[in-house]
Nanobody, 120 residues
């Protein structure tokens, strides 16, 4: 069984910063892509940022220049640094990973989500 556990959500004022962490645990051989998605109330889940095992990052246009995704492969951890936050960034943020697990099988795993609220 493979699990993703997120931490770091909370309430922040517009213009502020927040960091989200996500750690994968379980019977893992390797993890290829990891990423963050978000879902605002009444909206569909959308991609925020992804990062490959080699560290190549991809961002949604709405967060480019404000958010930075990084990972620590040794710790099976992905991190999202969010700066210059806007009220429209308010959403539940979900961690995602493509995992090669033991026994051998490929899994797409999701975290439980962490709420980020940007409000004054």
């Amino acid at each position: 069984q493979v699990q993703l556990v997120e931490s770091g959500g909370g309430l922040v004022q517009p213009g502020g910063s927040l960091g989200l962490s996500c750690t994968a645990s379980g019977s893992i051989f390797s993890i290829s892509a990891m990423g963050w998605y978000r879902q605002a109330p009444g909206k569909q889940r959308e991609l925020v940022a992804t990062i490959t095992g080699n560290g190549v990052a991809n961002y949604a246009d709405s967060v480019k220049g404000r958010f930075t995704i990084s990972r620590d492969n040794a710790k099976n951890l992905v991190y999202l640094q969010m700066n210059s936050l806007k009220p429209q960034d308010t959403a539940v943020y979900y961690c995602n990973a493509d995992v090669l697990a033991d026994p051998i099988r490929y899994l797409e795993v999701w975290g439980q989500g962490t709420l980020v609220t940007v409000s004054s």
